[in-house]
């Protein structure tokens, strides 16, 4: 490393965070309310402190200064000068080293001590004491980076969103029991970049990637105290840096040419980002980087009782985004991944924080607006998790146009109707429709609604079919923790058996869940290992669990009896993609008629008539029908029929007017039948679901009565 300048040199306020021009580096950081921010750097180590600077200059609120002959890899920190004042929600303390908020790299692991935290008593008003123990010892430190990783031909899939199939996994846990892989790179990009496992996603259909947290994130102190970690990662310490344990050799580049990669095998990247919220925690939390540099300003604080941290999250503080410089930072963030990451889209979590007002949650916030108009962002996918624990903070349907959002009454209706539950005809026939009672309005289109039948929090969906109670124990929290409403059902086991009609049923109920799933309007969610029955021995909550428990197994994979979930959610996918103009391009209302006597959507009873408000309003009905239909460019039109009966007897269903030359496509209770010509009737097995499928150039008959959907007149 070279000499350190004796002073810096006055340098710019933009861009923020630390960046080399060739000759130097120039380092910006915003606080409001600092008296003075000195810039620390420290040797290849991180261990020793080697020169300390003064930001020379104040613009805009902006601390910045240029420091000459310094190159990347050069490691830093900041020390914040100003009022401790907890009262009126000041808590800087000089004592404290700072992550840059804006670190692109970052070097050396967080380690837990009390010499983090600005205050030093023990009490209920410990906070208003002052700690002067210096943190620097026990913090990462943030590195210089530059950018030159060669992009070649990458371009981006641009996968429309009437062809999106997304498949949620972990990183780490998508390979570290991967044992064709290297030791080292498992649980790493190096590993997600190996062509084999693009090539798992392409054979099953997937088209989009959806990566939980990959921002550097720090595990929680009550974790580390008890042999665990924060495994899945939603406790961001810096939203510019890559996790570094989810590096290896080749550093950030791994990041690159794992998405790079898989580009080519045309599969989109998304991340799951986390701008709701910090690693801080509440007001008790430690100073590690936002709130030794301006309290007040990045996070939202009590009106009148500025001491205390608004908490919408759950997990402490709730990020300012009504504050200019907080928005820029997200701004930043996201352009920065995707510009530099070549990132196809993101899912914000708790996304109802994102915008809130002092009036509450509004979807025309500054943040939502900036998104929307954004000329990078604005064109990726944008995904939304539309609740939080705040007042008001379910807002599922009310998000501007252009967002996606994680559809939960999806997920629910779907396992309360497999489930076998009375009533709940009407809310899956909703489901299928794509919500539109939530979605269509503003222009939206069915797309909006994100369908998920399992997600990373909760049950996997062999878990669901094989629990009805959570088994949390190894999370060390007696069972309390994770949800006690998974709707889920065991069918007559608890757990692991080898009952030849349990495992059956279970396999059935699977298969029936995914059908609904698949062929809905919407977006449809997998999560990784769902295809080949991936279990978390019935752990609903395992944030904490680094481990086998919620680390996928390959080997099951190659078993026979997986295999067949595999092939079969295959296939489920290349039908939606076949039919992919009866699941939706716009919501269906039983209006239009692609075929005289065929509505883009229909439903119907057992006995191919069309279902009455009587019949929707039935709470023991556990069976119905509905056909949807579309027309392609060409000129085809492409109808689909699913009938679902979720009754513990089999049922003969007579096919609807008109006739159509249909074809059974696939049967949850028979996944090997081969595909046939069916006419008049289908007998549809208990807990199952039957998929027939017509296409048609012409055709000439009656228009038929068709039934709209529960709450809706027959016309």
Known sequence: MPKPADRLLSGAPYPLGAHWDGLGVNFAVFSAHAEKIELCVFDASGRHEVARYTLPEWTDEIWHGYLPEARPGLLYGFRAHGPYDPVKGHRFNSHKLLLDPYARGIAGELVWSDTLFGYRAQSSRADLSFDRRDSASAMPKAVVTTDHFHWGHDRRPQVPWTETVLYEAHLRGLTMRRDDLPRRVRGTFAALGDPRLADHLVKLGVTTLELLPIHAFIDDRFLVEKGLRNYWGYNTLAFFAPEPRYLADGGADDVRAAVRRLHEADIEVVLDVVYNHTCEGGELGPTLSLRGLDNASYYRLVPGDERRSINDTGCGNTLNLAHPRVTQMVMDSLRHWATSYHIDGFRFDLSTTLGRTAQGFDPSAGFFTALRQDPVLSRLKL???????????????????????????????????????????????????????????????????????????????HDLVSYEHKHNESNGEDNRDGSDNNLSANCGHEGPTQDIAIVERRERAKRSLLTTLLLAHGTPMLTAGDEFSRTQQGNN????????????????????????????????????????????????????????????????????EPMTPEAWQNAERRAFAVRTAGRDTDGVTRVLMLLVNAATADMDFTLPAPALDWWLRISSADPDSAEHSVAGNMRVAAHGAVVLGAHITEISAEPAPVSLGPGEETR
């Open 383 to 461: 995904i939304m998790e539309p609740w939080d624990l705040g007042f008001g903070g379910y807002q599922l349907g009310n998000h501007p146009p252009g967002l996606a959002e994680w559809n939960d009454r999806f997920r629910d209706d779907a396992r309360r109707f497999w489930r076998g539950d009375p009533g709940c005809c009407g809310a899956l026939a909703a489901r299928l429709a794509g919500s539109s009672e939530l979605f269509d309005q503003r222009g939206r289109r069915p797309w909006t609604s994100l369908n998920f039948i399992t997600a990373h929090d909760g049950f996997t969906l």
């Open 541 to 608: 909550n395992a944030y904490c669990q680094d481990n086998e428990i919620s680390w996928i197994d390959w080997t099951v994979a190659a078993q026979p009896s997986t295999r067949q979930l595999f092939d079969f959610v295959a296939h489920l996918i290349a039908i939606r993609k076949e039919f992919v103009t009866a699941c939706g391009a716009r919501f269906p209302h039983g209006r239009e008629h692609p075929l005289d006597g065929v509505a883009d959507i229909a439903w119907f009873d057992e006995r191919g």
